[in-house]
């Protein structure tokens, strides 16, 4: 899967991978911060590589925006996503990841606070705010209810995902 080249299995494998997380994000759009977009992502990272975690990564936040709104925030998820596939990436490429499960759980709980934590530095740099734990402990229940979401996405989407990446492996 980790193929160079853009074949068009690769381009609709990428579209279709795109389009189940704008779905999944916009599904759970009215649970604050619960969304299967991180775990989707982590597993696309971990199953097929770094490249398509982050093709798909860029253009699902991209295209949920259309529907959710665009603002400054848009790049700082990109950005978030992209600290977080670079962590998943290397432990990919540097350890057997991929073999073992609960260490992928754990990892979904932790890049679900890692993407909360990311966003509320950018953002506390961005308002020029004087204190950043104050304003980071303000908002921490929200980044853990997107890590215990995580671990519960992550237990529904490993198989499938698994089954995908295998099904729809490039050759």
Same mark, same amino acid.
């Not at 599904?27 to 911060?33: E, I």
């Not at 770094?50 to 950005?79: K, P, T």
């Given at each position: ?80 996503? $992209? ?5 998943? %990436?290397?432990? *990919?490429? &540097?350890?057997? +990841?991929?073999?073992? #499960?609960? @260490? ?37 229940? $929200? ?5 215990? %979401?995580?671990? *519960?996405? &992550?237990?529904? +989407?490993?198989?499938? #995902?698994? @089954? ?8």
């Amino acid at each position: 899967m980790k193929s160079k080249n853009f074949s068009a299995r690769r381009i609709a494998f990428l579209a279709l991978l795109t389009a189940a997380c704008v779905v999944g994000r916009l599904l759970f759009q009215v649970l604050p911060n619960v969304q299967p977009m991180t775990d989707s992502l982590l597993l696309i990272t971990i199953c097929t590589g770094f490249v398509n975690g982050l093709i798909v990564s860029l253009l699902a936040v991209i295209v949920s925006s259309i529907y959710l709104g665009f603002g400054y925030w848009v790049v700082v998820q990109c950005l978030s996503y $992209f600290v977080i596939l670079c962590l998943v %990436g290397f432990l *990919c490429k &540097y350890t057997r +990841l991929i073999e073992y #499960f609960w @260490l992928q759980v754990v990892l979904s709980f932790v890049v679900g606070m890692m993407y909360g934590f990311i966003l509320s530095v950018v953002q506390f740099l961005f308002f020029g705010l004087t204190a950043f734990w104050p304003y980071y402990l303000a908002g921490i229940s $929200f980044d853990l209810f997107h890590a215990i %979401g995580n671990v *519960c996405f &992550y237990f529904l +989407l490993y198989q499938p #995902f698994l @089954l995908i990446a295998k099904r729809f492996a490039l050759k």
